[in-house]
């Protein structure tokens, strides 16, 4: 059964420290992976994406990155701020459906002053 | 202003009324989908489009209708058969399909509750 586990479920930090979310995926075959951040009661949007053959891609202080090997996928925070609180969802994609866009329960971060 | 718009923003039912939640794009995107988002869940494909005039179901599609008579629109039916309609919908929009390295563009959803 294709799935796509995240962890932690959720994460409490001071602000200006760093943080890793994690992302462990089981969907075959795999066309790409996407990070999302989502704020409360707004649509997702995208962070990232990387296929297979890319191992880790960044936008500003968020670095993602894959190990298609082991079907696992992270993504680090550096120097969080307050508006980086919110619900941070790993999708994965296979090229057989369009269907097949498996989404995460989303880590929910908050970012404490 | 480009984007994807989704109304109303909250919607509140009696049990038995069908309900429809509006979406629209001015991307130019031949694909559309609808996601329901449940707490502690992923978000769940209810219908998507790839092309005008053609809808195909997804995981959830029991309950809920949907048309494609326009490019840009692509409004959801939630109808009384649905047993627990109480959510979070999400559309969304793509150039093509995904499933290739397309980006799915979302609206802000639409928070819907039954009374």
């Known amino acids: 059964k294709n799935q796509v586990e995240q962890s932690p479920q959720s994460l409490i930090i001071l602000e200006g420290k760093n943080c890793t979310l994690q992302?462990?995926?089981?969907?075959?075959?795999?066309?790409?992976l996407r990070w999302y951040k989502q704020d409360t009661g707004r649509g997702p949007v995208s962070l990232t994406i990387?296929?297979?053959?890319?191992n880790t891609k960044s936008n500003g202080r968020y670095t993602a990155t894959l190990d298609a090997d082991t079907k696992q996928s992270s993504l680090h925070i550096t120097a969080s701020q307050l508006s980086d609180s919110a619900s941070y969802i790993c999708?994965?994609?296979?090229?057989?459906?369009?269907?097949?866009?498996?989404f995460g329960s989303g880590t929910r971060l908050s970012i404490r002053p | 202003d480009g984007g994807i718009t989704q109304s109303p923003k909250y919607l509140f039912r009696k049990e038995g009324q069908n309900v429809t939640l509006s979406c629209e794009q001015n991307?130019?995107?031949?694909?559309m989908y609808w996601y329901r988002q449940d707490p502690g869940q992923g978000l769940r494909l209810i219908y998507y489009?790839?092309?005008?005039?053609?809808?195909q179901k997804g995981d959830i599609a029991e309950g809920y209708s949907v048309s494609r008579e326009k490019k840009e629109s692509f409004p959801l039916t939630v109808t009384s058969a649905q047993k627990n309609p109480t959510a979070f919908y999400l559309c969304?929009?793509?150039?093509?399909?995904?499933?290739?390295?397309?980006?799915?563009?979302f609206g802000p959803g639409t928070r819907l509750t039954v009374l």
């Open positions: 991307l130019n995107h031949d694909a």
């Open positions: 990387m296929t297979f053959s890319e």
């Open positions: 992302c462990n995926y089981t969907v075959s075959p795999f066309s790409n």
């Open positions: 999708v994965v994609s296979d090229y057989s459906s369009a269907s097949k866009i498996i």
């Open positions: 969304a929009s793509s150039i093509s399909l995904a499933g290739s390295y397309n980006e799915q563009f």
């Open positions: 489009s790839q092309i005008v005039n053609d809808f």
